[in-house]
């Protein structure tokens, strides 16, 4: 299958256009590269574009046949989000009904799009299902929400058929830790505790210590980037005879702030310092997922669930790229 993947030089965007032409597929790299790194994409096609320019996308879905879009650009900064509404609005929501639209204009009908867990907000029971109520609580979160809601209507319409794949916290690195996570700045929690181990940060904060949890630090729902991967490959297989497909992807077990902290010294062999400050304003307690479903339909099933194979692989990339990619 020839698959767009649109923001395909990013972190997930580069790891699953490695996935697809390992299988088979023919991915082409659809960038802006205001985020993203041409060194994670070398050997496969890519174009130059942005999500804006209808007339570019719809020359690209037509001159290089393609049959499916898969779309990983949208910005991903929660507190970002609340800064600068307006921002996220016109990438997440507006520049995604673009890319609907040029596929319409296409003929092209299959569409995986990659969501989040921030649609559920805080939710009222953990772990959590699909079936929870959406109730996102910052821009970044709304604007996902609104592009499934939008996915849903068009695809009543008959003209599309789609995934949407509702993550929890991605990480490690895939292609037994040559493709990593290189954002700029950094936010994520894993490879900010990696920079402490590697001194290139003078220590890793907590963001609050008295939560209702066993070691009073916020619990996260972890999945290795390539087990995210798959479960994308396998919701593209079923577009043929699935209009709608909404899926959370995680592990289903939780890890908190100090386990990984822990972790990551084992792997490292490091110390570090740890400073402990105080909670973050809208940060649950404990935000764990139940993606049974993906399990029972996609026949998904984690390989590397184990937090210390995780943390190995991104420990690997990060000290085989110090500086991050060389673009």
Known sequence: MNVLVCGG??????NMTALLAAGGHEPVVYDNFS????????????????????????????ERKI?????????????????EPLRYYRNNLSNTQNVLSAMEAAGVQKFVFSSTAAVYGMP?????????????INPYGETKLAVERMCRYQADTGRLHYAALRYFNACGAGDNGNRGEDHRPE?????????????????????????????GTCIRDYIHIDDLCRAHLLALNRLDSHVEQTFNLGNGQGYSVREVIEAVKRVSGKDFKVVETARRPGDPAVLTS????????LGWQPQMPSLEDIVATAWKWHTSHPDGYQD
């Open 9 to 14: 030089a990013g972190y997930i965007g580069s």
């Open 124 to 136: 009222e029971t953990v772990p959590i299902t699909e079936e929870a109520p959406k109730k996102p």
């Open 35 to 62: 985020k993203g790194h041409r060194s994670a994409v070398r050997g496969v096609q890519v174009v130059a574009g942005d999500l804006a320019d209808f007339q570019g996308l719809v020359k690209v879905l037509r």
């Open 290 to 297: 139940d993606a049974t479903k993906a399990k029972l339909e």
């Open 187 to 215: 936010s994520h929690l894993i490879p900010l505790i990696i920079q402490a181990a590697m001194g290139k940060r003078p220590d890793i904060k907590i963001y609050g210590t008295d939560y209702p949890t066993p070691d």
């Open 67 to 83: 049959e499916a879009v898969m779309h990983f650009a949208a910005s991903i900064e929660v507190g970002e989000s609340v800064q």
